[in-house]
């Protein structure tokens, strides 16, 4: 009888062992699917509470003239304001809109919103792949596919930043395209990668950066393959096709340059290093006229901005590229897997390098270089590797575990206003109205709809005048996203004197307003506000 009930244990303890091991393996595989599908339920669960940004008018203008001058033959392209940015990811918006027959403005813009951050979604799945072919480490590739969700900055605007946003995710997938080409070394993968340089560049120009850093690789295999001459035509015909694939699929599919490709693509690349922008930026309690902004104004908008820990991580792993290339120079120069990491470095440094020598104009922060961060992650990614190779991995892991964990409850905290973030650099962030008075904080004016929504909720009146500060475009631009019904009631006016509501998010005015008196409501991050309403009537 005893031996029945121990060979039972047994056989309980060995299902049991059986069903972990099923799990951890399942896990293990599909890691990467489970975590992009939280983030897709939870994204879906929350983009209608994001309002308009500055320039998503604009950008939707840009995809439905381009659609008009291929589909219709009309030439208002020409005329449009930001015709030199390319239509990749404008065009397909502006598309679906067309195909789901979406008329109304509140139902654009969500479907925007929605597609936007599914887009940068696919861009983290594809850094968790990224990561897991460079280390063959589910573990290191979560981190980092984390460290992306978790940064409150670009996690905010992955739902209305159509701009810089969308840049940022397809550069994590030519980053992906590209190290695998060069590791499998196949014709199928090249093609692969000049196609994915050509969407690049068609969403923004600076996506030549990615394409510099492919000849430099086919030069370094040149150099290494300088004793085997059949290998050295190869590679040389390998660049010749990713040149002539991204070149020629770009001037195919971007109407700005059908008429003079390289004369209109040097336009293009002129124009956004030298992009000129008229208005003010607040920055360290000073206010700075857009031609005078500090040189290290985004550098520290990048450090302050962004996670702590992420930060030092990041710069820990720059470190260590650094003396390992030192170390074995040869190695990550010319092993196909390695030197991946000289690639993020550059990606990394070289944008902020040219921002200085060409003196190109950066503001709201550093949103036109949000491209650079995934390189960062990928720096700090290898920081982190050699960290857990140390007695100190049980810390690092531990203090990434608590770090997630924080930087979330802040982020669910200001939802979903998180893309308002400043780290622990800031001493005084949680000091009252010590952020509003010393930098931008809303500067892309999305609170606008919570506003609006909140004085229809309060005021039952079939007409409501709502006064915004001037020049305020986004102010008029989040009606878009009421209901129809809502839009009719509410109308919006430059005339404060005649208005029933006085709506602000502070940019160009970090003081405070005349009549604290009248202000029924507010919206507040870190202390500090960024949205008032002041009732007039």
């Given at each position: 009888?005893?031996?029945?009930?121990?060979?039972?244990?047994?056989?309980?303890?060995?299902?049991l062992?059986?069903?972990?091991?099923?799990?951890v393996h399942?896990?293990?595989?599909?890691?990467?699917?489970?975590?992009?599908?939280?983030?897709?339920?939870?994204?879906?669960?929350?983009?209608?509470?994001?309002?308009i940004?500055?320039?998503?008018?604009?950008?939707?203008?840009?995809g439905?003239?381009?659609?008009?001058?291929?589909?219709?033959g009309?030439?208002?392209?020409?005329?449009?304001?930001?015709?030199?940015?390319?239509?990749a990811?404008?065009l397909?918006?502006?598309?679906?809109?067309?195909?789901?027959?979406?008329?109304?403005s509140?139902?654009?813009f969500?479907?925007?919103?929605?597609?936007?951050?599914?887009?940068?979604?696919?861009?983290?799945?594809f850094?968790?792949?990224?990561?897991?072919?460079?280390?063959?480490?589910?573990l290191?590739?979560?981190?980092?596919?984390?460290?992306?969700?978790?940064?409150p900055l670009?996690?905010?605007?992955?739902?209305?930043?159509?701009?810089?946003v969308?840049?940022?995710?397809?550069?994590?997938?030519?980053?992906?395209?590209?190290?695998?080409?060069?590791?499998?070394?196949?014709?199928?993968?090249?093609?692969?990668?000049?196609?994915?340089?050509?969407?690049?560049?068609?969403?923004?120009?600076?996506?030549?950066l990615?394409?510099?850093?492919?000849w430099?690789?086919?030069?370094?295999d040149?150099?290494?393959?300088?004793?085997?001459?059949k290998?050295?035509?190869?590679?040389?015909?390998?660049?010749?096709?990713?040149?002539?694939?991204?070149?020629?699929l770009?001037?195919?599919?971007?109407?700005?340059?059908?008429?003079?490709?390289v004369?209109?693509?040097?336009?293009?690349?002129?124009?956004?290093?030298?992009?000129?922008?008229?208005?003010?930026?607040?920055?360290?309690?000073?206010?700075?006229?857009?031609?005078?902004?500090?040189?290290?104004?985004?550098?520290?908008?990048?450090?302050?901005?962004?996670?702590?820990?992420?930060?030092?991580?990041?710069?820990?792993?720059?470190?260590?590229i650094?003396?390992?290339?030192i170390?074995?120079?040869?190695?990550?120069?010319?092993?196909?897997?390695?030197?991946?990491h000289?690639?993020?470095?550059?990606?990394?440094?070289?944008?902020l390098?040219?921002?200085?020598?060409?003196?190109?104009?950066?503001?709201?922060?550093?949103?036109h270089?949000?491209?650079?961060?995934?390189?960062?992650?990928?720096?700090?990614?290898?920081g982190?590797?050699?960290?857990?190779?140390t007695?100190?991995?049980?810390?690092?892991?531990?203090?990434?575990?608590i770090?997630?964990?924080?930087?979330?409850?802040i982020?669910?905290?200001?939802?979903?206003?998180e893309?308002?973030?400043?780290?622990?650099?800031?001493?005084?962030r949680?000091?009252?109205?010590?952020?509003?008075?010393?930098?931008?904080?809303?500067?892309?004016?999305?609170?606008?709809?919570?506003?609006?929504?909140?004085?229809?909720?309060?005021d039952?009146?079939?007409?409501?005048?709502?006064?915004?500060?001037?020049?305020n475009?986004?102010?008029?631009?989040?009606?878009?996203?009421?209901?129809?019904?809502?839009?009719?009631?509410?109308?919006?006016?430059?005339?404060?004197?005649?208005?029933?509501?006085f709506?602000?998010y502070?940019r160009?005015?970090?003081q405070?307003?005349?009549?604290?008196?009248?202000?029924?409501?507010?919206l507040?991050?870190?202390?500090?506000?960024?949205?008032?309403?002041?009732r007039?009537k």
């Amino acid at each position: 009888m005893k031996d029945k009930r121990v060979v039972k244990r047994q056989k309980v303890n060995f299902d049991l062992r059986l069903m972990t091991n099923t799990l951890v393996h399942f896990f293990r595989k599909y890691l990467g699917l489970l975590l992009f599908t939280g983030a897709l339920i939870t994204g879906i669960s929350t983009y209608k509470s994001y309002g308009i940004s500055w320039d998503e008018g604009i950008q939707r203008q840009l995809g439905q003239a381009t659609y008009n001058y291929i589909f219709h033959g009309e030439d208002s392209i020409k005329y449009c304001h930001n015709k030199e940015y390319g239509i990749a990811f404008e065009l397909p918006l502006y598309m679906l809109e067309k195909a789901f027959r979406l008329s109304d403005s509140r139902d654009i813009f969500l479907m925007r919103h929605l597609v936007t951050h599914l887009f940068f979604l696919t861009g983290a799945l594809f850094l968790f792949l990224l990561i897991d072919l460079l280390y063959r480490s589910k573990l290191l590739a979560a981190i980092g596919f984390l460290m992306l969700l978790s940064t409150p900055l670009i996690y905010g605007h992955s739902f209305f930043n159509s701009k810089d946003v969308p840049f940022l995710s397809m550069f994590i997938i030519g980053l992906y395209v590209m190290a695998v080409a060069f590791q499998k070394n196949n014709l199928i993968w090249y093609i692969m990668l000049g196609l994915a340089l050509a969407l690049l560049m068609n969403i923004r120009i600076m996506g030549i950066l990615l394409l510099g850093c492919s000849w430099l690789q086919f030069g370094l295999d040149f150099v290494r393959l300088r004793s085997e001459r059949k290998a050295r035509k190869k590679t040389a015909a390998y660049a010749t096709v990713v040149t002539f694939l991204a070149f020629g699929l770009l001037a195919a599919t971007w109407p700005y340059l059908y008429h003079s490709p390289v004369r209109n693509f040097c336009l293009a690349f002129y124009h956004l290093s030298h992009w000129q922008w008229v208005g003010w930026v607040l920055f360290w309690g000073k206010e700075y006229w857009c031609m005078s902004i500090p040189g290290y104004y985004a550098i520290s908008w990048f450090c302050f901005s962004n996670p702590l820990l992420y930060v030092l991580i990041g710069f820990l792993g720059i470190a260590c590229i650094l003396i390992s290339f030192i170390k074995t120079p040869r190695q990550l120069l010319f092993d196909p897997i390695q030197r991946n990491h000289l690639v993020y470095l550059f990606c990394f440094a070289e944008p902020l390098i040219a921002v200085a020598v060409l003196h190109s104009q950066i503001f709201d922060a550093w949103r036109h270089l949000y491209f650079i961060y995934p390189p960062f992650i990928l720096c700090g990614i290898y920081g982190l590797n050699v960290l857990l190779k140390t007695k100190l991995k049980f810390i690092a892991l531990s203090f990434m575990a608590i770090n997630f964990v924080y930087i979330v409850s802040i982020m669910i905290q200001a939802y979903p206003y998180e893309y308002v973030y400043f780290n622990e650099l800031i001493v005084k962030r949680y000091e009252p109205q010590y952020l509003r008075r010393n930098f931008e904080m809303d500067y892309w004016g999305t609170s606008y709809t919570r506003a609006f929504e909140y004085i229809l909720k309060n005021d039952t009146s079939a007409n409501i005048t709502v006064a915004v500060p001037q020049p305020n475009l986004v102010g008029e631009e989040n009606l878009w996203l009421l209901k129809a019904s809502d839009r009719k009631r509410l109308s919006i006016t430059d005339d404060s004197a005649h208005a029933d509501y006085f709506v602000t998010y502070y940019r160009y005015h970090p003081q405070e307003y005349p009549y604290p008196d009248k202000e029924i409501f507010s919206l507040q991050v870190m202390n500090s506000t960024i949205m008032s309403v002041f009732r007039f009537k």
